[in-house]
């Protein structure tokens, strides 16, 4: 049995983590979140110790290392975005490996300073990329696979997943502390086109406002229009008479992808390969830490060229 902290507990991420520590038979020590709706925790561990306080949550984890020799195994962080980097940290100097949500960091020079990190304390930083071990784009990675080098496949990306004024409020409203709407809602989905389908070549920002962005890229193997909203305007009409909030779509060569189920145990499958001694690390995360920030930087050229039908 393995010994786990988890930070940002009071998340709406946070049950995911919970939930695979303990169906892989592990055991939640402590928890940390300034927010104190924690509830949630008594259905996984009711016995962890949780803190609203870094610095007694903090201390907590030293107490148990110097006066109960009792040391973490892991540190899971489920925080604001732009924490991700000082939790790592916080994780690697405890003498654990750390599993971080995405994105693992903000900005791709995060990722040299924190391999430095890691090779100073020996220890690893894991990246929640569970988009890798869904049935269905783990076929279809195979499928472009065992397509000629050359082909190119002509892919759509739609994702609308509507949120309220609660969110310009809070930190993921907040473009130096989420990254903004491409990197908050998209990080997970540039991960996974580039790992189906190869290098970046081209990154085009069509359109980038607080609550849509779109755009275009280049891979390998792809040519890719994209777009993401938070804003429930902008669902098709069918979506909105059945009273859903959520529009997700990816074709390719205008063939619909199915994977709007077999979400549900995928941070768990995650879990389990980080503790086989497998899963995704530093360098996994480094494309779309690299594409995110691009897309930040870059400047919206309008509906020019390849652009989403969406625009």
Same mark, same amino acid.
Request: aromatic share 12%.
């Given at each position: 049995? @393995?010994?786990? &902290? /988890?930070?940002?507990?009071?998340?709406?991420?946070? #049950?995911?983590?919970? %939930? &695979?520590?303990?169906?892989?038979?592990?055991?939640?020590? &402590?928890?940390?979140?300034?927010?104190?709706?924690?509830?949630?925790?008594?259905?996984?561990?009711? @016995?962890?110790?949780?803190?609203?306080?870094?610095?007694?949550?903090?201390?907590?984890?030293?107490? /148990?290392?110097?006066?109960?020799?009792?040391?973490?195994?892991?540190?899971?962080?489920?925080?604001?975005?732009? /924490?991700?980097?000082?939790?790592?940290?916080?994780?690697?100097? *405890?003498?654990?490996?750390?599993?971080?949500?995405?994105?693992?960091?903000?900005?791709? !020079?995060?990722?040299?300073?924190?391999?430095?990190?890691?090779?100073?304390?020996?220890?690893?930083?894991?990246?929640?990329?569970?988009?890798?071990?869904? #049935?269905?784009?783990?076929?279809?990675?195979?499928?472009?696979?065992?397509?000629? %080098?050359?082909?190119?496949?002509?892919?759509?990306?739609?994702?609308?997943?509507?949120?309220?004024? !609660?969110?310009?409020?809070?930190?993921?409203?907040? +473009? *130096? %502390?989420?990254?903004?709407?491409?990197?908050?809602?998209?990080?997970?989905?540039?991960? +996974?086109?580039? !790992?189906?389908?190869?290098?970046?070549?081209?990154?085009?920002?069509?359109?980038?406002?607080?609550?849509?962005?779109?755009?275009?890229?280049?891979?390998?193997?792809?040519?890719?229009? !994209?777009? /993401?909203?938070?804003?429930?305007?902008?669902?098709?009409?069918?979506?909105?008479?059945?009273?859903?909030?959520?529009?997700?779509?990816?074709?390719?060569?205008?063939?619909?992808?199915?994977?709007?189920?077999?979400?549900?145990?995928?941070?768990?499958?995650?879990?389990?390969?980080?503790?086989?001694?497998?899963?995704?690390?530093?360098?996994?995360?480094?494309?779309?830490?690299?594409?995110?920030?691009?897309?930040?930087?870059?400047?919206?050229?309008?509906?020019?060229? *390849?652009?989403? #039908?969406?625009?």
């Amino acid at each position: 049995m @393995k010994h786990f &902290a /988890l930070i940002g507990a009071a998340g709406y991420i946070a #049950p995911r983590h919970m %939930k &695979a520590i303990k169906d892989t038979g592990n055991n939640l020590l &402590a928890a940390y979140d300034k927010g104190d709706s924690v509830g949630v925790i008594d259905s996984y561990f009711p @016995k962890a110790d949780f803190f609203v306080e870094f610095e007694r949550f903090d201390r907590h984890i030293e107490k /148990l290392k110097y006066e109960k020799e009792t040391y973490l195994d892991f540190v899971s962080i489920c925080s604001p975005n732009y /924490l991700h980097d000082a939790h790592i940290r916080f994780a690697l100097r *405890s003498g654990a490996d750390a599993i971080c949500e995405k994105p693992l960091v903000l900005n791709p !020079w995060n990722v040299d300073k924190l391999k430095h990190v890691e090779e100073k304390t020996g220890k690893k930083i894991y990246n929640i990329l569970q988009l890798r071990v869904h #049935p269905s784009i783990i076929a279809l990675r195979e499928k472009v696979q065992q397509a000629p %080098k050359d082909t190119k496949f002509d892919v759509d990306l739609t994702y609308l997943t509507s949120r309220g004024h !609660w969110y310009f409020t809070s930190w993921k409203g907040d +473009m *130096s %502390k989420s990254g903004g709407i491409a990197t908050n809602i998209g990080v997970h989905f540039y991960d +996974m086109l580039s !790992w189906i389908f190869g290098d970046v070549q081209e990154n085009i920002v069509h359109v980038h406002e607080e609550d849509r962005a779109a755009g275009y890229l280049e891979f390998e193997n792809a040519r890719v229009r !994209w777009f /993401l909203s938070i804003n429930a305007d902008y669902l098709p009409g069918e979506i909105k008479e059945k009273g859903q909030t959520t529009f997700r779509s990816i074709t390719i060569n205008g063939e619909e992808l199915e994977f709007s189920g077999g979400f549900t145990d995928l941070h768990t499958m995650v879990y389990r390969d980080i503790l086989e001694g497998k899963g995704y690390g530093l360098e996994a995360a480094r494309t779309a830490i690299e594409i995110v920030h691009d897309i930040r930087q870059a400047e919206p050229v309008g509906k020019k060229g *390849s652009y989403h #039908p969406f625009i």
